[in-house]
């Protein structure tokens, strides 16, 4: 089973460059949600979406946009890039009464 | 706000030591309690979770009580392996039913010698 599918695993950015990440779960979850990780802090949630045709705003959303494509797909997007952005991202998954129960394996993004 | 309060680390033991990972939190209402594993190189796994005061989560040979008169949720092991070297999180649920939203600790790293 993949679980949830995450790319690119690593990216490096110019600032002011735009860029989507991309992910992808195939157990049939409700939702999903955006996290970024950075040293120190934990995980922070950047967006969320509760069901398909669905997203909210998390702790952290500015300077981010998401798109629900479908049930499986639930993509980030970057429109122009800040250093501040250097971060891991992972994407996660859950059945929509619980809790995140699976989580991609994340993308390190670094922006110059 | 609500807040998850995790033990600085690296926590360094050696196998089959006897393990405590500390959890403190602050939340209005009644949280769910929850914590999470992480490899190296890997996303996050659930490990246990605890719904209400009292209960016990516990998973491969991991334990952790939800302490509702002491605000905490510490992870116990009795006997660590080197595989389990890891960074772990706790964290809290918030949101009614319908939906959960999570909010993390900082994580503690566990490095186990042989």
């Known amino acids: 089973n993949a679980g949830v599918t995450q790319t690119p695993k690593f990216q490096v950015l110019k600032t002011g460059q735009s860029m989507t990440l991309q992910c992808a779960q195939d157990?049939?979850?409700?939702?999903m949600y955006w996290y970024r990780q950075d040293p120190g802090m934990g995980l922070r949630l950047i967006y969320y979406?509760?069901?398909?045709?669905?997203?909210d705003k998390g702790e952290v959303p500015n300077g981010y946009n998401v798109s629900r494509l479908n049930k499986r797909e639930f993509s980030l997007r970057l429109e122009s890039a800040a250093p501040s952005q250097t971060s891991v991202y992972f994407c996660?998954?859950?059945?929509?009464?619980?809790?995140?129960?699976?989580f991609g394996d994340g993308t390190r993004l670094s922006i110059l | 706000g609500d807040s998850v309060t995790q033990m600085e680390g690296p926590v360094t033991l050696s196998e089959e030591a006897f393990l405590t990972i500390n959890c403190t939190y602050t939340?209005?209402?009644?949280?769910?309690l929850f914590w999470y594993v992480q490899y190296p190189g890997e996303g996050l796994q659930l490990l246990l979770k605890?719904?209400?005061?009292?209960d016990k989560g516990s998973n491969k040979g991991f334990e952790a009580t939800y302490r509702k008169e002491t605000t905490s949720f510490h992870l116990e092991k009795g006997s660590v392996q080197v595989s389990d070297s890891a960074v772990y999180f706790c964290?809290?649920?918030?949101?009614?039913?319908?939906?959960?939203?999570?909010?993390f600790g900082t994580g503690t790293r566990l490095l186990v010698s042989p």
């Open positions: 996660a998954s859950g059945t929509g009464d619980t809790q995140p129960q699976h």
């Open positions: 157990m049939n979850h409700n939702s």
């Open positions: 979406s509760a069901s398909e045709g669905t997203t």
């Open positions: 939340a209005t209402g009644y949280p769910s």
């Open positions: 605890a719904t209400k005061a009292d």
């Open positions: 964290a809290l649920s918030l949101g009614n039913t319908g939906f959960q939203k999570l909010v």
